[in-house]
């Protein structure tokens, strides 16, 4: 059972705006930024999103964090059929002294 | 252009130990402020931490995993391994190493290997 927690699925048709939440602890969100990774079928995890909403070069906009106690929030806007795939929220845990991962989101674009 | 490559064995029997390697290129792991982790994936679930290596050598492992892991470094060969012994089914796994801008107080994996699938079974 993972640390932080995820819903397992979440759907859109494209164009659509899809959010997919990521609860935790004062131990672990409610203390330390919070990552996203995206995992495309059949492919390595890739960083979507770290320090809670700064996207890294190459990452479109339309991806965006949030964070208040101890939830986070990933935001997709304009859902495109290429965003199918999985999301994980990421951060530190200060009780475990390391990285956790959510269980995962998988995201489907009807 | 840094790029991370795994390598190792794809089965290992029960009660063995698993060795993979992940070659770096593009970017020095001995000058690097840089951590480098490893990172498992059992099929069909979700992401696990296993461990992090400073390119001083320190190295960090998750609890769970705490006396079955060792990560160590070859700067010659820009390198670093994993090591974990005692191996069950529930080590099944894609093992992918990645890079680590930070360690404290996050989980900042910038770039990742492709993954290498383990399987253990006799």
């Known amino acids: 059972q993972s640390v932080l927690t995820q819903p397992p699925s979440e759907s859109g048709t494209p164009g659509q705006r899809v959010t997919i939440s990521c609860s935790g602890s004062?131990?672990?969100?409610?203390?330390?930024?919070v990552y996203w990774y995206q995992q495309l079928p059949g492919t390595a995890p890739k960083l979507l999103l770290h320090?809670?909403?700064e996207r890294p070069s190459g990452v479109p906009d339309r991806f965006s964090g949030s964070k208040s106690g101890t939830s986070a929030s990933l935001a997709i806007s304009g859902l495109r059929s290429e965003d199918e795939g999985d999301y994980y929220c990421?951060?530190?845990?200060?009780?475990?002294?390391?990285?956790?991962f959510g269980g995962g989101t998988k995201v489907t674009v009807l | 252009q840094v790029h991370l490559r795994e390598s190792g064995p794809g089965l290992v029997k029960p009660s063995e130990t698993l060795s993979l390697i992940c070659s770096v290129s593009?970017?020095?792991?001995?000058?690097?402020?840089?951590?480098w982790g490893w990172i498992r994936q059992p099929p069909g679930k979700g992401l696990e931490w296993i461990g992090s290596?400073?390119?001083?050598?320190?190295?960090y492992y998750s609890p769970s995993l705490e006396g079955r892991v060792t990560i160590s470094l070859d700067t010659s060969k820009n390198q670093f391994s994993l090591n974990l012994t005692s191996l069950t089914a529930a080590d099944t796994a894609i093992y992918y190493c990645?890079?680590?801008?930070?360690?404290?107080?996050?989980?900042?994996?910038?770039?990742w290997g492709q993954g290498t699938l383990v399987t253990v079974s006799s």
């Open positions: 990645a890079r680590e801008p930070y360690h404290a107080g996050a989980c900042w994996f910038d770039l």
């Open positions: 593009g970017d020095s792991i001995s000058n690097s402020d840089s951590y």
């Open positions: 290596l400073y390119y001083t050598g320190s190295a």
């Open positions: 004062s131990s672990s969100v409610g203390n330390n930024f």
């Open positions: 320090r809670n909403n």
């Open positions: 990421a951060t530190w845990d200060d009780r475990l002294s390391g990285p956790v």
